[in-house]
């Protein structure tokens, strides 16, 4: 589907000349939504010949970064603990103190951490332990071990320890045990 009339507008009034709009049908961008394919102003930029700035300007009228939805408000209930430095997920970057879990990076804007799912109660979000049930997050990649263990009657508080102490060939014995019931 070709750009419209007025997308074409709204591109030259960001600053495209109509000979930068030919420039884009040339490179494949026929639609709005292809713009997110480009991915980022940089590309953009060099794929059309753009300045810098006029790349940004189409980058966020096109995939909406300037109307991202707020980032899910910093709980109050857990702190990570002082002694514990975070570095960002995204950028490496060491988080201020006052750093709370879900807060943003302030390097690079994205979430500090990952989000993690809950092996007890299924809701997710950042941070070492779960928001609705206190359940200290496991690592992703045995969230499935955990969920077994929860399935086996073990307390909520021990399974995170358990998984931590556990040897590797317990934890294959485990996995045969999750593929075995998928
Ligand atoms: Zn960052
Ligand atoms: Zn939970």
């Known amino acids: 589907m070709p750009l419209t009339e007025l997308e074409k507008n709204v591109l030259r009034a960001k600053g495209l000349t109509d000979a930068n709009l030919s420039r884009l049908g040339e490179v494949g961008v026929g639609s709005k939504s292809d713009f997110a394919v480009v991915g980022d102003a940089d590309t953009l930029a060099a794929l059309v010949g753009l300045p810098g700035e006029i790349a940004q300007k189409v980058m966020a009228w096109a995939t909406g970064a ?105 934890k294959d014995v485990l996995w045969g045990r999750v593929r075995r019931s998928r």
């Open 66 to 170: 300037a109307a991202a939805p707020a980032a899910i408000a910093a709980p109050t209930n857990f702190v990570v603990d002082s002694g514990d430095v975070v570095h960002c997920v995204h950028c490496k970057h060491k988080q201020p103190k006052d750093y709370s879990a879900g807060d943003l990076c302030p390097a690079c804007g994205r979430q500090a951490e990952p989000i993690l799912a809950c092996f007890w109660c299924s809701s997710s979000g950042p941070g070492k332990f779960c928001r609705s049930c206190g359940a200290q997050f496991v690592p992703t990649g045995e969230l499935e071990l955990a969920v077994l263990l929860r399935r086996d009657g073990l307390p909520k508080d021990a399974i995170p320890a358990k998984l931590i102490e556990m040897s590797a060939a317990d």
